[in-house]
């Protein structure tokens, strides 16, 4: 029988690209099973469920390939080793690391290979001279046969994405649950089968011999043989109970069967088109939007926890995984902990499912980037300008950092408004043009969330002061994006239009800054800056122009008319002067292709 699935919620439609990303991932032969992408729905043959839990696993244990993993970091500090022999001893203590951690796990799967892990890394303790370069990699090649065993690698990843999908997707459910940890994966692949895939199956079965068969004491064997199979849902153990007991015993026309699973079964919320058998929509059908309903009666209206989903919905939003973008705030600071950093992200357009397949393809290949959908969003609009104001309005992007343990769940939706979405169009470049990926991502992160740059340029011009960053000149790009952004938000477009006012304010703090250079004088410089960022901050004007005036007389320079915007602020804000003017003045006579080189590594 067919199954059609239509897209709907953004949540439903993160389960739908991971259905077709598994699918495709696992090389199905589509044709076989009818497999095909409508406008707005996936369909396919309910035979391509008889394997779905195979499919499903592979995905897995392929994207979260520990072995992989591991051995890509034991491989870059090897590199490092090679290129600076002199250093072995500081980089060596990292991959004994990485190689202890990896057995304390190697032996709770198989004690013998264990033995062969553990003297690999008893001989790395005797390798300390530069001579050992030789010996060191021989050692690892060996210990990465270990790392690629089958058993140990199988067993390591799928404690690995058990966890994930556990703690931020799904909780403690079927093959999930920690009690079901020792088991085989084939054992475990099971649960999932008889949780997730077999209720649909069943029911595609019940629904078939419905139609097919015609004569009642046909159908009454039907179900009598049915109901002697082993069933693991017990949804599907009451419809067929409820069926002899309604039906074939009571000897009613199978013509009334459907109109009795109309009136007595509740239709599925989310898909509204199937017939939920019992089950209602809860955390573990998708954490971070759901509850433990049986312990939150309360939030519902009149204590009704009723929110039926049908098994269809429940296998696509067990999907819902796949259809994610790991992704890794590293520009995050240094109180939020490397968990509390690992987001999932989707992007959401009101497009064809085809579309919106590549669209989330398109993200997925940026996910080592700092920013994985603001790079997305660049390059949509730097398609020469295919992608119209309408469309980049009509993207939702949602990400989302939950913790089953805390009961914890950070998420962010992200829309485009029409202002931004013009800004983009028009004015990209000038985020493009940051070499500085960390700081590109926090900008990105920022206008979309509606934050004022203003505090991200601040922040960098403490840190040129502290000498913990060194581009001035990205200071002055901050500080054009924030006007720029500013002049968009007022409904002023200014597509073919430059101003270079910031650009001279900015020049008339270099000019100063060398001045100071040239006396010998630059141990000034510090405090300078930091008096009119700390006026700029207070917005208190007085105090910056008293300091700007000083600072022209004491240097025998003009006061330039752009700082009277200080007072009328009618062109130019008192932050985008003051922030102009101030990344001028922490140059440090640097030459340009050094600076680039230095923040691009920053």
């Known amino acids: 029988m067919k199954i059609k699935i239509y897209l709907g919620e953004w949540f439903y439609n993160l389960g739908l690209v991971g259905f077709h990303r598994i699918i495709k991932h696992n090389n199905i032969d589509e044709l076989e099973y009818d497999y095909k992408l409508g406008e707005d729905y996936i369909e396919f043959d309910s035979n391509l469920l008889n394997n779905f839990h195979e499919y499903y696993f592979k995905y897995f244990l392929d994207r979260y390939d520990s072995a992989k993993d591991q051995w890509l970091k034991i491989q870059r500090y090897l590199s490092l080793i090679k290129k600076k022999p002199e250093k072995i001893k500081d980089y060596l203590k990292f991959i004994k690391e990485i190689v202890k ?3 304390d796990k190697i032996k709770k799967i198989d004690e013998s290979i264990f033995y062969k892990a553990d003297e690999i890394y008893k001989s790395l303790a005797k390798i300390k001279k530069e001579d050992d370069v030789e010996e060191l990699e021989i050692e690892l090649l060996k210990y990465k046969e270990i790392l690629f065993d089958r058993k140990i690698n199988e067993r390591i990843t799928l404690n690995k994405y058990k966890s994930i999908l556990s703690n931020s997707f799904f909780g403690q459910v079927s093959y999930l649950n920690v009690v079901n940890t020792a088991k085989t994966i084939e054992e475990q692949k099971r649960i999932m089968f008889n949780d997730y895939i077999s209720p649909i199956l069943d029911r595609k079965e019940i629904e078939k011999s419905v139609k097919n068969i015609y004569d009642h004491e046909e159908f009454s064997e039907f179900i009598e043989e049915f109901g002697k199979k082993e069933k693991s849902n017990k ?4 419809l067929c109970k409820d069926i002899n007991k309604n039906f074939i015993k009571k000897k009613r026309g199978l013509n009334e069967l459907e109109n009795y699973i109309d009136e007595n079964y509740y239709t599925c919320s989310m898909c509204c088109n199937e017939k939920s058998l019992g089950h209602n929509f809860s955390e573990g ?8 309903n049986d312990n939150t009666r309360n939030m519902f209206w009149n204590m009704n926890i009723t929110y039926p989903i049908c098994d269809i919905c429940r296998l696509i939003l067990i999907c819902t995984p796949a259809g994610t973008v790991d992704i890794f705030k590293g520009y995050m600071d240094g109180n939020f902990g490397y968990e509390d950093k690992i ?10 499912v085809d579309e919106l397949i590549k669209i989330n393809e398109n993200f997925k290949i940026r996910q080592d980037k700092e920013s994985p959908f603001k790079e997305l969003l660049l390059d949509m609009v730097d398609t020469e300008k295919k992608i119209g104001v309408w469309q980049l309005q009509n993207i939702l992007y949602v990400e989302f950092n939950s913790d089953y343990t805390s009961k914890n769940c950070k998420m962010n939706y992200c829309h485009i408004p029409k202002y931004l979405a013009k800004f983009l169009q028009d004015k990209a470049m000038l985020i493009k043009g940051i070499k ?32 913990e960053y060194s581009s001035s000149f990205n200071c002055l790009r901050l500080t054009e994006i924030n006007y720029y952004i500013r002049k968009y938000k007022g409904g002023i477009t200014m597509k073919d239009k430059e101003d270079k006012r910031l650009k001279d304010l900015y020049d008339q703090g270099t000019n100063i800054a060398k001045n100071f250079i040239d006396n010998k004088e ?35 320079l003009e006061v330039s008319h752009l700082f009277l915007q200080v007072l009328n602020e009618n062109e130019l804000s008192f932050d985008e002067v003051s922030h102009a003017f101030i990344s001028g003045l922490t140059w440090n006579g640097k030459p340009k292709n050094k600076i680039k080189e230095e923040n691009k590594n920053e």
């Open 522 to 556: 630059e141990n000034k410089i510090s405090g300078i800056i930091y008096r009119l960022l700390n006026a700029t901050k207070s917005n208190n004007k007085k105090d910056f122009m008293d300091t700007i005036l000083r600072l022209h007389v004491s240097r025998e």
């Open 436 to 467: 500085d990926e960390k700081l590109k991502a926090e900008i990105l992160d920022n206008i979309i969330k509606n934050i004022d740059l203003k505090f991200v340029t601040d922040k960098k011009l403490r840190q040129i002061l502290r000498n």
């Open 101 to 103: 951690k990896n057995n």
């Open 285 to 292: 059908d998708f954490l971070p939007l759901g509850v433990s």
């Open 343 to 352: 987001y999932y992200g989707f992007v959401n357009m009101d497009i064809d």
């Open 235 to 238: 949804n599907i153990e009451k």
